[in-house]
């Protein structure tokens, strides 16, 4: 099996390592193989609507051919899961975003999860999730630590500090909120999770790792996506997207 991974961002090859990290936290059939890709163009944040418009094209033209490539499926590497349903749209292999996984599988585990982010300004990304779904009386609530986040480096060298001020979060939201599941906000946020879950006895679920499971689980079992949900596009504009990106990348 052959995933591609779809990261948001323009990367440097050590910094794509970060997020290639995140596949030590599991243990996978040698015959599984993972590809990162990093966008050609994108947003240098997600703070904002004019972000997540900009992340969608991005991440759309970066995974769009994925199945003429060999892919047997995608993964998109943002709980934003930007570009999810355009790609859905083009490609008939199954396309995952750790955020709609997330929840979903938190409502498996619990009756209310709470969302653990670095930013308040990433709360929209959720809540265009949560609204979709129909689950707002599923979400305990959403903690940010208000530290800025670096989707470069992730959390590296930045422990000591970080932390604690996610594990204080963690520990709110189950006390204060009544939390029965924790999803950290965002896959740039699996570095913290192995000290988190130490610490804490309710699930805490790394969205990233838990997103390529759920690939291959379903590519498994022989499904995908519906096409009544996701309908093919009447004219295809493959080319077109194609010809922006690399007239931006000029």
Same mark, same amino acid.
């Given at each position: 099996?052959?995933?591609?991974?779809?990261?948001?961002?323009?990367?440097?090859? &050590?910094?794509?390592?970060?997020?290639?990290?995140?596949?030590?936290?599991?243990?996978?059939?040698?015959?599984?193989?993972? &590809?990162? %890709?990093?966008?050609?163009?994108?947003?240098?944040?997600?703070?904002?609507?004019?972000?997540?418009?900009?992340?969608?094209?991005?991440?759309?033209?970066?995974?769009?051919?994925?199945? %003429?490539?060999?892919?047997?499926?995608?993964?998109?590497?943002?709980?934003?899961?930007?570009?999810?349903?355009?790609? %859905?749209?083009?490609?008939?292999?199954?396309?995952?975003?750790?955020? %709609?996984?997330?929840?979903?599988?938190?409502?498996?585990?619990?009756?209310?999860?709470?969302?653990?982010?670095?930013?308040?300004?990433?709360?929209?990304?959720?809540?265009?999730?949560?609204?979709?779904?129909?689950?707002?009386?599923?979400?305990?609530?959403?903690?940010?630590?208000?530290?800025?986040?670096?989707?470069?480096?992730?959390?590296?060298?930045?422990?000591?500090?970080?932390?604690?001020?996610?594990?204080?979060?963690?520990?709110?939201?189950?006390?204060?909120?009544?939390?029965?599941?924790?999803?950290?906000?965002?896959?740039?946020?699996?570095?913290?999770?192995?000290?988190?879950?130490?610490?804490?006895?309710?699930?805490?679920?790394?969205?990233?790792?838990?997103?390529?499971?759920?690939?291959?689980?379903?590519?498994?079992?022989?499904?995908?996506?519906?096409?009544?949900?996701?309908?093919?596009?009447?004219?295809?504009?493959? &080319?077109?997207?194609?010809?922006?990106?690399?007239?931006?990348?000029?």
């Amino acid at each position: 099996m052959k995933i591609l991974v779809v990261v948001p961002f323009k990367m440097s090859p &050590e910094n794509l390592e970060l997020r290639k990290s995140q596949l030590l936290a599991l243990k996978l059939d040698a015959s599984i193989h993972f &590809e990162y %890709r990093s966008v050609k163009m994108g947003p240098v944040n997600y703070s904002s609507y004019h972000d997540f418009v900009l992340a969608d094209v991005g991440i759309f033209e970066a995974a769009c051919r994925a199945d %003429r490539e060999g892919f047997d499926a995608v993964c998109i590497d943002t709980m934003s899961d930007s570009g999810v349903s355009a790609l %859905r749209s083009v490609l008939n292999i199954p396309v995952i975003g750790p955020g %709609r996984t997330a929840m979903l599988s938190a409502l498996m585990l619990g009756d209310k999860f709470s969302i653990i982010t670095m930013v308040n300004r990433w709360k929209p990304l959720y809540k265009k999730t949560i609204d979709e779904l129909g689950i707002h009386a599923k979400c305990a609530s959403v903690r940010s630590i208000e530290m800025p986040a670096d989707n470069q480096s992730l959390l590296s060298g930045k422990e000591e500090e970080v932390f604690p001020m996610l594990l204080k979060a963690c520990e709110q939201a189950v006390t204060i909120d009544g939390a029965d599941v924790l999803i950290l906000g965002s896959t740039t946020m699996h570095q913290s999770h192995a000290y988190l879950q130490q610490h804490i006895k309710v699930p805490i679920i790394n969205p990233g790792p838990l997103s390529y499971l759920q690939a291959i689980t379903i590519y498994q079992a022989k499904l995908t996506h519906s096409i009544n949900a996701y309908p093919k596009p009447m004219h295809s504009q493959l &080319e077109m997207f194609e010809k922006m990106v690399k007239g931006l990348n000029q």
